[in-house]
Nanobody, 124 residues
Framework: QVQLVESGGGLVQAGGSLRLSCAAS????????MAWFRQGPGKEREFVAT????????GYLDSVKGRFTISRDGAKNTVYLQMNSLKPEDTALYYC?????????????????WGQGTQVTVSS
């Protein structure tokens, strides 16, 4: 059974930084696509960033390009989201997701496995 556990969320002032981690376990992820999504108060779940497990492909939501970086450490089975220059509108519950069928997808319903989420709150 695949398990995804997020950590690293917290409260930060606008302009600050946070690094989220997603520890994956349960099987080999060599063919998986991994992604971060977020869901703000009263909003639908939104794609943020995606990466192939090889690390050769990444994709981002336009509003986070240049501020957020997704990466992964194969040896640790962990995916990261480095978030810089945070804005109040980045406030959300951030979820890690895994797609066993491939990589590059941006729709939440295309991901099979999900973590429990980690809260990011950016104050103005």
């Amino acid at each position: 059974q695949v398990q995804l556990v997020e950590s690293g969320g917290g409260l930060v002032q606008a302009g600050g930084s946070l690094r989220l981690s997603c520890a994956a376990s349960g099987r080999s992820f060599s063919s998986y696509g991994m992604a971060w999504f977020r869901q703000g108060p009263g909003k639908e779940r939104e794609f943020v960033a995606t990466i192939s497990w090889s690390g050769g492909y990444t994709g981002y939501l336009d509003s986070v390009k240049g501020r957020f970086t997704i990466s992964r450490d194969g040896a640790k089975n962990t995916v990261y989201l480095q978030m810089n220059s945070l804005k109040p509108e980045d406030t959300a519950l951030y979820y890690c997701a895994a797609d066993p069928t491939g990589w590059g997808r941006r729709r939440a319903n295309e991901y099979t496995f999900w973590g429990q989420g980690t809260q990011v709150t950016v104050s103005s």
